[in-house]
């Protein structure tokens, strides 16, 4: 509206009150940058973490290093780099919003950490759909490379997923020379049948696999038993290391999940008290002479 002085001088009253009532409490482009801004972090401090071995996929990609302390490291770093990257894009957001002028101070800073705490959700949802495609591309490349597979050595296959393979073998053994790819290919049945219980195999495989390992290749039958002893051993090790291997692989899974789960409470936390101090210094006009002066 517009009042004329005495002084002739036009003065225009701006009506915001309206304007105000119209508009909601929830500044978007502010947590969308905020957003931006913690993710652009998160995936650049992580980023230099994996590149130097600190990640939660293997603990022994130093040579020397304790598995125990690459571990603590890597959830260390994994814990810092998203409270950080969380806090940082909520006082982004905290200072970037537009105050609302119909809000006490208390009711300002509810408003300014629900900001931060939606930051924390938007870069949580960006975060999870970056995983999944991650993974999804690594399952269509896994998916090609097995389909490619499956079609090379399908008739392979076919005999090796036969559970009656094994128990058909036994009705033909004799004590004659047996060809070589076909006995290469009954062995690796036995093996494989020893496999699905605890990896040892019985007495009458085993003096087979010996008469069978000195027809082909002339050894006496001392030494072809020693050679089938010395194969036996080596898959029980294999076996054994696969099995280990799995339970490694378990565990740090259960850890690295309990660690999101942690990290993430804390950087919600975070996130909510980075966007009231910088709703605080919106307010109070902090310009931090000190970092950023103008040259």
């Known amino acids: 509206m517009t009042i004329e002085h005495p002084s002739g001088i036009a003065v225009i009253e701006a009506s915001a009150a309206s304007d105000r009532e119209k508009s909601s409490y929830v500044d978007w482009p502010a947590i969308?940058?905020?957003?931006?801004?913690?993710?652009?972090?998160s995936i650049l401090f992580i980023s230099f973490g994996s590149a130097i071995g600190l990640n939660m996929v293997g603990f022994h990609a130093r040579e020397g290093a304790p598995a125990v302390l690459i571990g603590v490291a890597a959830a260390s770093w994994f814990l810092w780099v998203q409270v950080s990257s969380f806090m940082a894009g909520g006082y982004l957001t905290g200072r970037l919003r537009r105050r609302n002028f119909d809000a006490t101070e208390d009711e300002s800073d509810v408003r300014d950490g629900a900001h931060g705490l939606l930051v924390w959700a938007g870069a949580m949802i960006v975060g999870a759909v970056l995983a999944v495609s991650g993974v999804g591309a690594i399952a269509n490349a896994v998916g090609s490379a097995a389909a490619t597979a499956t079609v090379a050595a399908?008739?392979?296959v076919e005999d090796a997923v036969d559970p009656n393979a094994y128990f058909v073998d036994t009705l033909f053994r004799a004590n004659q020379p047996v060809d070589a790819t076909l006995a290469r290919d009954e062995a690796g049945r036995i093996f494989a049948q020893a496999a699905l219980g605890d990896g040892s195999i019985n007495a009458d495989d085993r003096a087979y696999l010996a008469n069978v390992v000195a027809a082909n290749t002339g050894l006496t039958p001392e030494e072809a038993q020693a050679r089938v002893d010395q194969v036996a051993a080596n898959v029980a090790t294999a076996r054994q290391q696969a099995v280990e291997a799995a339970r490694i692989a378990r565990n740090t899974a259960i850890i690295a999940a309990f660690l999101l789960a942690a990290s993430s409470l804390v950087s919600a936390?975070?996130?909510?008290?980075?966007?009231?101090k910088g709703g605080n210094h919106r307010d109070e006009n902090s310009v931090f002479t000190d970092v950023f002066r103008r040259f």
Request: no cysteine; aromatic share 14%; charged share 0%.
């Open 154 to 156: 399908s008739n392979a």
């Open 32 to 41: 969308i940058a905020g957003v931006v801004f913690a993710s652009a972090i």
């Open 269 to 276: 936390i975070g996130a909510y008290w980075a966007a009231q």
